[in-house]
Every structure is written in structure tokens, then in C-alpha cells.
């Protein structure tokens, strides 16, 4: 698990985000933020990533930070939108590798449980934070809503992830040695709410 954390289909994150550059992490994080295909993805990698090369020079920061939060902003846009087209049909598709029901199950607890919350919440948990954004379209949450929730939920996100490893990458030198384990104890901390919060829900349906 830390190996792929640390590599995308056998290249190395760093490098990865070295060669998509400005354009390429924009439509990255726009797709994870929100399209169903999306969800594969290494989000979260790539914006921590993205702050170690900004803190070796490769990569501006005050180019890169409005961008990805952008680009999280408006790629949970597109799942609203595209949840509030298809509504109920979307439950209806057939698995393949591009669509899982299980992650849209997933995702619809979570949302179940936090309500227009979820929308911050779910940013830090993989493949969730790809599918709340379209249950929120599906379950026709009030736009504004959305809209305040997707705004706070992409600038801790995208910009805080992405400032963690810039300041990280400047203090300690070398810091990309550690990405996978790194990337790992955000999950497992920005994830605990919800998944002290799953559980009690599942509990109190049995």
C-alpha cells in the first residue's frame, strides 16, 4: 500500500508531477474531485508532491496553489452536476472498472451520516471524496449549500495538502523520502471522524 502511495502505475509521484506541470495537476485533481472515472486517481499524492517539487523551485507556489484550489473546487462542482442530471439512475449503472457500486455505497453512508459536512469531510478519504459531491447532486442538496461547503472543503484540501508539503519539503530536505508514510498518516487521521462516525451509524441500524 505505501509502495503505490509513492508510485502511479509504476512511475514515481514525483516525477509524475514534475512531467503533467501546472496543466496536467489541474485536470488531475479536477477529475478526483468529482468524475466518476476519476476516482483512481492519486489526489492526494500528487498535491503533496506538488508542494515538495514548489519547495525545490521547480514549481511556483502562488501559481500552484490558486490552481488546485481551483481545480478541487470546481471538479466537486462537476460531480453536483452531473449527480443532479442523473439522479436516481446513476444507482442503476453496472459495475465496471470505471464505475464500482461499492464506492458509491460507501460514499452515500458518509453522506447519510454527515450531511452537507461530508462535503469537507469526505475531501480527505480516497475514491469517497470522488463520489459525495455526485450523491450531494443525486440527493439535490441546496446549491448554495454545496457550493459553501465544496468552497471550504477544496481550500483545506487541495491548498492545505499542497502547503503541508511545501512547508515540509523547505524545513526538512529530503522529506519526499517519506511521502507514502506521510500520505498514509493523513488519511488515517483526516478519516477517523469518519469512520468513528460510519460505525456508530452502522450500529445503530442493527
Known amino acids: 500500500m505505501l509502495v503505490g502511495m509513492s508510485h502511479f502505475f509504476h512511475i514515481n509521484i514525483f516525477t509524475l508531477a514534475r512531467t503533467l506541470g501546472y496543466t496536467g495537476l489541474f485536470v488531475v485533481i479536477f477529475l478526483e474531485s468529482g468524475v466518476v472515472f476519476g476516482f483512481f486517481l492519486p489526489g492526494a499524492s500528487l498535491l503533496f508532491a506538488a508542494g515538495i517539487i514548489a519547495s525545490q523551485g521547480s514549481l511556483n507556489m502562488w501559481v500552484l496553489v490558486p490552481l488546485l484550489g481551483l481545480a478541487a473546487i470546481l471538479g466537486d462542482n462537476a ?13 442503476r449503472y453496472e459495475n465496471s472498472f470505471w464505475f464500482n457500486k461499492k464506492n458509491i455505497d460507501r460514499a452515500e453512508n458518509f453522506y447519510k451520516k454527515y450531511g452537507p459536512q461530508t462535503i469537507i469531510l469526505a475531501r480527505f478519504v480516497p475514491m469517497v471524496r470522488t463520489f459525495v459531491p455526485i450523491l450531494a447532486g443525486v440527493g ?6 454545496f457550493f459553501s461547503y465544496n468552497v471550504i472543503g477544496g481550500i483545506l484540501w487541495a491548498i ?47
Not at 460531480?79 to 444507482?91: D, V
Not at 439535490?140 to 449549500?145: A, E, L
Not at 512547508?167 to 493523513?186: A, H, N, Q, S
Open 160 to 206: 492545505g495538502v499542497t502547503f503541508a508539503g511545501y512547508f515540509l519539503g523547505t524545513e526538512f530536505p529530503g522529506i519526499d523520502r517519506y511521502l507514502p508514510l506521510i500520505v498514509l498518516i493523513i488519511i488515517l487521521l483526516t478519516s477517523l471522524p469518519l469512520l468513528r462516525g460510519l460505525h456508530i451509524f452502522k450500529s445503530s441500524k442493527e
Open 79 to 91: 460531480g453536483y452536476w452531473f449527480g443532479a442530471k442523473t439522479g436516481p439512475a446513476i444507482f
Open 140 to 145: 439535490k442538496m441546496k446549491y448554495r449549500t
